[in-house]
């Protein structure tokens, strides 16, 4: 991806310190490495969500362990927890205001599908009010699945057209809601 | 801790425990107090003008100091009184629960008085009861929803509403219209899931769906002819 390439130096006294490569790569690697998450914590999930910070799992090693709990600082919406119908249109009025570029993992059964509560109050999966990236399974998702989500966020983050977005007025379109 | 003007009034409220003895109480304060079955503990039926009085004389002359809860039942379309006000309380200093049970006269816009006046914790209470049994609490300060959103237009734990619940606006009309999501009923494929406690192997123990002779696709059996009736 970035690689320093020393045939390509112009000048002596800067030869060996070029870098040349592509805007993507090189806008895609730094949102890649430093991924703010805004941790929407619910329900139990937020409670692995935390472990995820802590000492043992490490979240830094990934570049996302500073958790913001502004939504203008972030750009990675952890939802992890049950989502009431109550609770949707908040969690849609803070996923607005995040700045773009913007990305959603749903952490758990709550936030991908409802899980166990077929009920009258719990929105029946969050991709139904923001849409999702990266959905994690289990009841609550061990850790290391939150890990896995964040690579798989990364891996999906590197292969975005970052300059086509940065520089045309309509975004191409992301993942349709249902 | 216990000086002896403490222990002589335990002695003295312990001494009547019983049913009977709190129903010739109430009597005796001019509350029409009725016993009424119970498997566990003391249970009266009061007529609904003399519940904050009949909670006002047990709270201070019967030491029951604790409102545990209040809660309300629904007997379901068709029952007359369909709608049931249950009030729990508890006595910390001796260690027992008086039931009082107050059916309301109305069963399509049923009320009870609040008692918010004599426990201002009832406070929450009644508004989750108003809120998911649609009881009218008279007199309460602040009479609105607490778990469901303002405009919900129903009350979720009335025998007629469905556990998955009625196709209805979101409570924020800009969010409904950026994201065109609206309240639906819950597919419940195959039924409420229900979990098995006790069992070892956890695959069989985690909640699900233990009816599955039908799912969403396959209306289960007995409402058969609803389905026919709403086609």
Not at chain 1, 142 to 170: G, H, I, N, W, Y
Not at chain 2, 97 to 108: G, L, P
């Amino acid at each position: 991806m970035v690689t320093a390439s020393t045939e390509l130096g112009y000048n002596s006294k800067v030869e060996g310190d070029v870098v040349v490569t592509r805007a993507d790569a090189v806008i895609n690697w730094i949102r890649t490495n430093s991924m703010w998450p805004m941790p929407m914590g619910l329900a139990c999930c937020a409670i692995e969500l935390m472990a995820v910070g802590g000492a043992r799992f490490d979240i830094a090693r990934f570049g996302a362990e500073v958790m913001r709990f502004s939504p203008r600082q972030a750009d990675c919406m952890i939802v992890a927890g049950t989502v009431t119908y109550k609770m949707a249109a908040h969690l849609r009025r803070v996923y607005d205001q995040m700045c773009a570029p913007k990305w959603v993992i749903a952490m758990g059964a709550c936030a991908s599908t409802g899980g166990m509560y077929r009920s009258y109050a719990t929105l029946q999966g969050v991709d139904r009010i923001v849409p999702v990236d990266v959905y994690v399974s289990g009841c609550p998702p061990r850790p290391e699945a939150l890990l896995d989500a964040l690579m798989k966020l990364q891996a999906k983050v590197k292969r975005e057209p970052a300059t086509q977005r940065l520089f045309s007025d309509d975004a191409p379109p992301r993942a349709d809601l249902h | 801790m216990a000086s002896g003007n403490d222990q002589s009034n335990a002695a003295a409220v312990t001494s009547a425990p019983e049913a009977g003895n709190l129903l010739g109480f109430l009597r005796n304060k001019g509350v029409a107090a009725t016993e009424r079955p119970s498997s566990d503990h003391p249970a009266f039926n009061v007529p609904a003008g003399e519940v904050v009085a009949t909670l006002q004389h047990l709270r201070d002359e019967q030491a029951f100091d604790l409102l545990m809860d209040v809660t309300a039942i629904d007997w379901a379309e068709g029952a007359s009184p369909r709608f049931t006000v249950v009030y729990h309380l508890l006595s910390t200093t001796r260690s027992a629960y008086v039931r009082i049970a107050v059916n309301c006269a109305s069963d399509t816009a049923p009320s009870a008085p609040s008692v918010v006046s004599v426990w201002p914790g009832a406070n929450w209470h009644e508004r989750e009861c108003f809120d998911l049994m649609g009881i009218k609490f008279e007199g309460h300060p602040d009479l609105r929803r607490i778990l469901m959103w303002d405009e919900y237009p129903y009350h979720p734990l009335r025998k007629d509403f469905p556990l998955a619940g009625i196709e209805t606006a979101l409570p924020d009309a800009d969010v409904t219209a950026e994201t065109g999501t609206r309240v639906l009923a819950a597919p419940m494929a195959g039924g409420p899931f229900v979990a098995t406690s006790g069992e070892i192997n956890l695959t069989e123990a985690e909640p699900r769906a233990k009816d599955e002779s039908w799912a969403d696709r396959r209306p289960r059996p007995d409402q058969e002819g609803l389905k026919q009736v709403r086609e």
